[in-house]
């Protein structure tokens, strides 16, 4: 495999590592391990321009597979999004969430698995030639062939990682680090995540509503109480997340209290979603609904057919601002799924920038 060679002129900035949450855990002996702990890396700018008024620092989430490196170097060597925010003046905390990457996984956590190469393929890297959903002909910013023995995939899919195969205690696990986490960090934070990752921040937004002020999903498990994807599956018990929300009124047994419908798609290229009934008055997330929320979709992403439902649920379940960040309409084309990766990643933090700015302007 070839080596992807890059120039690291990332802002400077001071780094400390340490590990969130985790519990102790006994084993039949009586003897007790540390488990569910979360690594983190904390990237603090040195030099801010005197001008620059950044309160709220970025908690970078992460996908299914992957690790908190996915914000530091892109596959082709450029430099990633912690470089990006850090130069403009954010302190960046990037998490390996529990059980992934340094943080421990113990063979009682339950079952592991991988990915194989040709599904990565087909729907992040090569969705031109492979993808099968309409918008996948368009996607043009995967900087390479996007196939295996192309040295950039070769060195986005030796980053892979094996994950918890049961997706809901990924969730809780997840939820209680990065609680643990924004207990430490003691402010409000920008949380953004990713893919699979993108459902924690609803889930530690849910227990810690004071210490979020913004999420910016970044194309989250979707559609509502469904999961497309690599790994598609019923999933998303409680309508975005896999893990218990607390809605009002309470869900006890997601499967009896949530009175669904199915949406008809707002154009031919898109699918039906499901969504909660109107009547009853669907659930409300009442810790979700005054936290200012960006969903950020690519234009040839396989969630660019469906998005738009995880949109209009969360409007219908209360969150009251919530923007719908389509790529292409702010004359961004060609992204896929890791658009923080591609080529003109750059291009789309500046748009997540412009969406932070306008909103600390107004508050």
């Known amino acids: 495999m070839a080596d992807i060679i890059g120039t690291d002129t990332s802002p400077a900035h001071r780094r400390e590592v340490f590990y969130a949450g985790g519990q102790y855990v006994p084993d039949a002996d009586g003897a007790h391990s540390l488990q569910g702990q979360m690594y983190v890396e904390r990237l603090i700018p040195v030099e ?79 969705c031109k030639d492979q993808g099968t959903w309409p918008q996948a002909k368009l996607h043009t910013q995967w900087p390479g062939a996007g196939v295996k023995d192309d040295p950039i995939f070769d060195q986005f899919y030796a980053s892979g990682l094996q994950i918890l195969d049961d997706v809901t205690e990924q969730e809780k696990v997840s939820q209680a680090a990065c609680a643990a986490l924004l207990d430490r960090i003691g402010k409000p934070v920008i949380l953004l995540g990713h893919s699979a990752g993108g459902s924690v921040p609803w889930l530690a937004a849910d227990i810690r509503p004071n210490l979020v002020e913004m999420i910016i999903a970044i194309e989250p498990t979707g559609p509502p109480f469904s999961k497309w994807g690599v790994r598609p599956g019923p999933g998303a018990a409680y309508g975005i997340t896999n893990a218990p929300l607390i809605y009002d009124p309470p869900v006890a047994d997601p499967e009896k209290d949530f009175v669904k419908t199915v949406i008809a798609a707002p154009a031919a290229e898109l699918t039906d979603c499901n969504a909660q009934a109107e ?85």
């Not at 990633?80 to 130069?87: E, P, R």
Request: with cysteine; hydrophobic share 35%.
């Open 48 to 126: 801010v321009k005197s001008n620059t008024n950044r309160p709220f620092p970025i908690v970078f989430i992460h996908g299914a597979t992957r690790s908190g490196m996915d914000w530091l170097t892109k596959p082709d060597g450029q430099l990633g999004w912690a470089s990006y925010f850090l130069s403009q003046g954010f302190e960046c905390y990037l998490v390996d969430l529990p059980y992934r990457g340094r943080s421990p996984w113990y063979p009682g956590n339950g079952k592991m698995m991988v990915y194989p190469a040709e599904p990565i393929m087909s729907s992040f890297t090569a």
């Open 279 to 363: 009547s009853p008055p669907p659930r409300q997330l009442i810790n979700l609904i005054d936290r200012k929320v960006l969903l950020v979709t690519a234009q040839a992403s396989y969630h660019s057919q469906y998005d738009w439902g995880t949109f209009r649920y969360l409007k219908q379940a209360g969150v009251k601002d919530v923007t719908h960040l389509k790529l292409e309409e702010k004359g961004l084309y060609g992204n896929g799924h890791m658009m923080f990766m591609e080529k003109n990643s750059d291009e789309v933090a500046a748009e997540l920038l412009i969406w932070i700015d306008e909103y600390q302007s107004t508050a």
